[in-house]
């Protein structure tokens, strides 16, 4: 589902674990890694979207996570030039995105998988909360840093989250 202004539906998944580390995947293919994240289908709402994503990124079903937030907004990236698919209509020129942050206890990890229909990622580990944040690929950076920010009082574990001096949130 693309909107009038040309972005396209999406959901990000955060996903922590009881120590507050997150899951960060590596695509098949790159040397790139990521959260979990896809597109809205039609008729679908975010939280609909986000557990279909949930199980065909990662594997895991409803019963294995605790949904402790999501961002009050959508937020926005655009793609680089490079990336916009030219003469496709509707032309989709980034992606606005509600992000989720879920809790996945331990006893729950061995459930994740990557052998789904049209796998995704090929390896996983647990990082810091905010090491994505200079990982993810630039033009996703903001919105991981907003993302992150305004889900990290949900987690249980607030003292080990306190924001690196480093990271600037800026809000579009």
Known sequence: MIDADGFRANVGIILANTHGQVLWAKRVGHDAWQ????????????????????????????????????????????????FVRQGQYPLCIGQKQKWFL?????????????????????????????????????FKRNVYRRALFELSPQLPLKKELLLPKNVKIHSY
């Open 35 to 82: 959260f979990p994240q896809g597109g809205i289908d039609f008729g679908e709402t975010p939280l609909d979207a986000m557990y279909r994503e949930l199980w065909e990124e990662v594997g895991l079903y409803p019963q294995h996570v605790k949904v402790l937030s999501q961002t009050q907004n959508w937020l926005r990236y655009r793609l680089p030039k490079r």
């Open 102 to 138: 879920l809790q996945l206890d331990e006893n729950n990890v061995e459930h994740i998988r990557f052998d789904t229909a049209k796998p995704e990622f090929d390896r996983w580990e647990w990082v810091s909360y905010w090491y994505p944040l200079n990982q993810v690929v630039a």
